[in-house]
Nanobody, 124 residues
Framework: QLQAFGGGLVQAGDSLRLSCAAS????????IGWFRQAPGQERDIVAA????????YYADSVKGRFTISRDNAKNTVFLQMNSLKPEDTAVYYC???????????????????WGQGTQVTVSS
């Protein structure tokens, strides 16, 4: 089970850190992705990280501003979001799939487990 939290209302240029907490065992065998979905739009990948943090992926729109990381000892993945823009406004979801191989997956259909989402609103 995944639970995403840390969203909120901020101004453009501010920072937020989202957390994705997982319950259960074997968290270290799962790759984790952050997705976001704005009203009327599809759910798109934001960032992803492999089981050991050895490989990460970032959407072009967030490169250089967002950082994904994980603490397997705490069963938690983080998404540090800096220099937020109004276009970052969306519901953010964390998701997981079990794998210790390959690069992070980027399609929502490749993820098996989803958290409930947390709203991020960036005002201009």
């Amino acid at each position: 089970q995944l639970q995403a939290f840390g969203g909120g209302l901020v101004q453009a240029g501010d920072s937020l850190r989202l957390s994705c907490a997982a319950s259960g065992r074997s968290f270290e065998t799962y790759a984790i992705g952050w997705f976001r979905q704005a009203p009327g739009q599809e759910r798109d990948i934001v960032a992803a990280i492999t089981w050991n943090g050895g490989n990460t992926y970032y959407a072009d729109s967030v490169k250089g501003r967002f950082t994904i990381s994980r603490d397997n000892a705490k069963n938690t993945v983080f998404l540090q979001m800096n220099s937020l823009k109004p276009e970052d406004t969306a519901v953010y979801y964390c998701a997981a799939y079990m794998s210790r191989f390959g690069l992070p997956r980027t399609l929502s259909g490749q993820y098996n487990y989803w958290g409930q989402g947390t709203q991020v609103t960036v005002s201009s």
